[in-house]
């Protein structure tokens, strides 16, 4: 449950959710695109108030890159990127679309005629991230995004969707359990405590953040990682 949460996010802002299991950082990113429904206040999406958008059009602003990829197993790389253009009645241009996708997330044009089990999980994502772009969104939502692959891919994805980000002038907010990738990929830190806010600070500022005890012991499990490995390359 959210409790009165107030979010100003400017335009080009890369935002990172942080915070315990159960915090409600996902249900905050939901309620942006209405994949989850407030019961008081108002969410504004480029000034305009997103229940009064049509739904259509509030999607399209808004790409979403879920948890765990959710690429339809049936579908081809082209076809589950093509989605949602698809279903706004969009046809023309599709392949040069598809290909300058593909280009975008660094995969191959060959990829798009493959299937989902037929990628690995940096190649899965990596079409997720192109799915979320298909209809040009100027805000993307992205749900624990790196979470299941291995470390090295983790970050060399990470790297990658952060240029994007720049590159295209998005507004990213991302939610993550991990407040290193939250430190290193994101301009703005926001955690959250019992669905309230309990920090908002930029990158440089978090490890001095004194205040909620919870915020506080994940800092530290970040320090004590940072000096072991100091320790080690001694």
Not at 164 to 172: M, N
Not at 182 to 195: C, I, K, T, Y
């Amino acid at each position: 449950m959210l409790d009165g949460i107030s979010l100003e996010i400017r335009q080009g802002t890369f935002l990172a959710l942080v915070g315990p299991s159960g915090a409600g950082k996902t249900t905050l990113l939901k309620t942006i695109n209405r994949l989850a429904d407030i019961d008081g206040g108002t969410i504004e999406v480029e000034g305009e108030d997103a229940n009064s958008l049509p739904l259509t059009e509030l999607r399209r602003k808004t790409g979403y890159v879920f948890q765990g990829i959710g690429l339809f197993p049936h579908m081809s790389v082209a076809e589950n990127i093509w989605l949602v253009p698809k279903l706004q009645g969009r046809s023309e241009g599709r392949e040069r679309r598809i290909a300058e996708l593909l280009d975008l997330v660094s995969l191959p044009a060959e990829m798009a005629e493959r299937y989902p089990a037929e990628l690995s999980g940096g190649q899965a994502q990596r079409v997720g991230v192109a799915r979320a772009l298909a209809a040009e969104p100027s805000i993307v939502l992205l749900d624990e995004p790196f979470g299941a692959l291995d470390p090295m891919t983790r970050s060399e994805l990470g790297e990658a969707y952060q240029a994007l980000h720049s590159r295209l002038g998005l507004t990213t907010i991302m939610v993550t359990h991990d407040l290193a990738e939250a430190l290193l990929l994101a301009d703005r830190v926001v955690a959250l405590a019992e669905g309230h806010i309990a920090m908002d600070l930029p990158p440089k500022e978090v490890l001095s953040y004194r205040g909620d005890a919870r915020i506080e012991a994940m800092i530290a499990a970040v320090r004590n990682q940072a000096d072991r490995l100091e320790l080690l390359a001694q």
